[in-house]
């Protein structure tokens, strides 16, 4: 894991000063901006011990990888929320709680892995889970993207996805994927059990390993002319066939 994280725009710093604070060892300003919400911050940072340094345009434009930084770059400390899925699993058993998972299965746009963390904690997904290689990884974009889900929501990046699947299918988690062809429909799922909801990567879907280890495919119906959807509105829709089936009926 690399020693250095680079966290962009008001909200991925906001996230990781509520959540981590000690992980923050440096924030950069543009010199020109002082408005109200860059003082506020400002304040924020000297409140915390935290130094900061304005700075040209120019240098956040370096720092940010061409990003757009609202005027403000942090280079934090990486900060892992679970080493391993036994850190999300084991407490959630205890708890007597049914585990509620997203699987990415090589998402490499940092954008869509970016919506997909942030409907991901908004629905309570206990975790999401993704492949080493041929994914994106936790990067600045992303970071900005998620508006603070990637300091809320474990994030697990694991060498073998298909070896994965099936300890997680061991430990009783039923793995539904979605498939254009396949028959049943997402709202014929079961989404109160233990699960994880398995989603392709933009443009290729599911590689056959993990298709062949999902417990069950479905569909997401769709009515119009549009042959599919981008794979984080795709993930919101399932994500919240389970909170909808998840949440307790309201009496009339």
Same mark, same amino acid.
């Given at each position: 894991?690399?020693?250095?994280?680079?966290?962009?725009?008001?909200?991925?710093?906001?996230?990781?000063?509520?959540?981590?604070?000690? @992980?923050?060892?440096?924030?950069?300003?543009?010199?020109?901006?002082?408005?109200?919400?860059?003082?506020?911050?400002?304040?924020?940072?000297?409140?915390?011990?935290?130094?900061?340094?304005?700075?040209?345009?120019?240098?956040?434009?370096?720092?940010?990888?061409?990003?757009?930084?609202?005027?403000?770059?942090?280079?934090?400390?990486?900060?892992?929320?679970?080493?391993?899925?036994?850190?999300? !699993?084991?407490?959630?058993?205890?708890?007597?709680?049914?585990?509620?998972? !997203?699987?990415?299965?090589?998402?490499?746009?940092?954008?869509?892995?970016?919506?997909?963390?942030?409907?991901?904690?908004?629905?309570?997904?206990?975790?999401?889970?993704?492949?080493?290689?041929?994914?994106?990884? !936790?990067?600045? @974009?992303?970071?900005?993207?998620?508006?603070?889900?990637?300091?809320?929501?474990?994030?697990? @990046?694991?060498?073998? !996805?298909?070896?994965?699947?099936?300890?997680?299918?061991?430990?009783?988690?039923?793995?539904?994927? @979605?498939?254009?062809?396949?028959?049943?429909?997402?709202?014929?799922?079961?989404?109160?059990?233990?699960?994880?909801?398995?989603?392709?990567?933009?443009?290729?879907?599911?590689?056959?390993?993990?298709?062949?280890?999902?417990?069950?495919?479905?569909?997401?119906?769709?009515?119009?002319?549009?042959?599919?959807?981008?794979?984080?509105?795709?993930?919101?829709?399932?994500?919240?066939?389970?909170?909808?089936?998840?949440?307790?009926?309201?009496?009339?």
């Amino acid at each position: 894991m690399s020693s250095q994280q680079v966290l962009v725009g008001f909200h991925a710093l906001q996230a990781r000063l509520r959540h981590a604070p000690d @992980t923050v060892r440096e924030v950069f300003m543009d010199a020109s901006r002082r408005d109200a919400r860059m003082q506020r911050c400002q304040q924020q940072l000297d409140e915390a011990g935290i130094t900061w340094r304005a700075v040209d345009a120019s240098r956040l434009d370096g720092l940010a990888g061409g990003i757009r930084h609202q005027g403000i770059v942090a280079l934090a400390h990486p900060r892992p929320l679970a080493i391993g899925i036994d850190d999300v !699993l084991d407490p959630l058993e205890d708890r007597d709680e049914a585990a509620f998972l !997203l699987i990415l299965d090589g998402v490499s746009d940092p954008h869509n892995l970016g919506a997909c963390l942030r409907t991901a904690d908004a629905a309570g997904v206990h975790a999401v889970i993704a492949p080493k290689d041929r994914a994106v990884g !936790l990067n600045a @974009t992303v970071h900005r993207v998620a508006c603070g889900a990637a300091d809320t929501i474990p994030y697990l @990046t694991v060498t073998n !996805l298909a070896r994965t699947l099936r300890a997680l299918r061991e430990r009783g988690i039923w793995l539904i994927g @979605t498939d254009d062809q396949a028959p049943g429909s997402l709202h014929q799922v079961e989404a109160r059990r233990a699960l994880g909801w398995v989603m392709g990567s933009e443009g290729h879907g599911m590689r056959r390993l993990t298709r062949e280890t999902c417990d069950e495919l479905v569909h997401i119906p769709m009515l119009g002319a549009v042959e599919s959807l981008n794979v984080s509105v795709a993930s919101a829709i399932c994500l919240y066939e389970t909170v909808r089936q998840r949440s307790p009926a309201k009496g009339g």
